[in-house]
């Protein structure tokens, strides 16, 4: 029997699974959705889709580096205690391995690559992990990095994974360098890695602000451009990383520090777990609640 695509889509919103977790199944079942369904669950697919409306603004971003690649992924679960679970840490590590070896563009090609490029999807995979763990988990993002052998890779993650920083230093191939930049935008935040990344409108509209600022603090005409450019220093201290006192030297800029060891920080991503994403609001006992409910 032919596989439409309307039958695919039907299977898909009566399981919440993959699209070619459904094809698959469909295929199976010779096309019979009931069956289709009862594979599903047999295979764990459809008990993870159950828990697909729930909310996982928890987890752990992870760093897995192999020779000149290196890859900061994240991967959300309901409660911060399964990122403590065994089975989650190897998840990661499979995950990190394989985003590795078969460089997927976005998340969405990752998920419908084979597992390190043999056996089940990724898809599949992390479905299997969460039929195992009893949470909805989801890899979230991920970003590749590239360098050569004269550069260094700084991976650091803070707070066992809550905040993870990946960093890109040319000229130099220390990897204590480039760590000690990743602990700083662990703890920082910086938003751009210098002053010429910042775009045009975004200064603009800083100086505007700053510009009105003091004119409301009645500061005379003739000194508040001096002023706003004097304070659009420290707008572009708290945002760009080069600009930033040093954590482990406040004595001295990121910059200098960088400089010193003949070398410059080309890129860095940094993930902190859940940024972005809604919380559950329930309380405890409130939770409780609704599942004696139910």
Known sequence: MAITAKLVKELREKTGAGMMDCKKALTETDGDIEKAIDYLREKGIAKAAKKADRIAAEGSTYIAVEGNTAVLLEVNCETDFVTKNDQFKNLLTDLGNHILSQQPSSVEE?????????????????NSAVAKIGEKISLRRFTLLNKTDNDAFGAYLHMG???????????????SVAKDVA????????????????????????REVLKTQALNEGKPENIVEKMVEGRLGKFFEQICL?????????????????????????????????????????????????????
């Open 242 to 294: 080069l600009e930033q006192d040093f954590v482990k030297d406040p004595d001295q800029k990121v910059k200098k520090y960088v400089a010193d060891k003949g070398a410059n920080v080309q890129t860095f991503i940094r993930y902190e777990v859940g940024e972005g994403m809604e919380k559950r609001e329930e309380n405890f006992a409130e939770e409780v609640m609704s599942q004696i409910k139910k």
């Open 110 to 126: 990752a998920l419908q690559q084979k597992l390190n490029g043999e056996g089940d999807t990724v898809e599949t995979y992390i």
């Open 183 to 206: 602990m700083h935008i662990a703890a920082v935040n910086p938003k751009y890695v210098s002053r010429d990344q910042v775009s045009e409108d975004e200064v603009n509209r800083e």
């Open 161 to 175: 994974g809550r905040i993870g920083v990946l960093t890109l230093v040319e000229g130099t191939t220390e990897e």
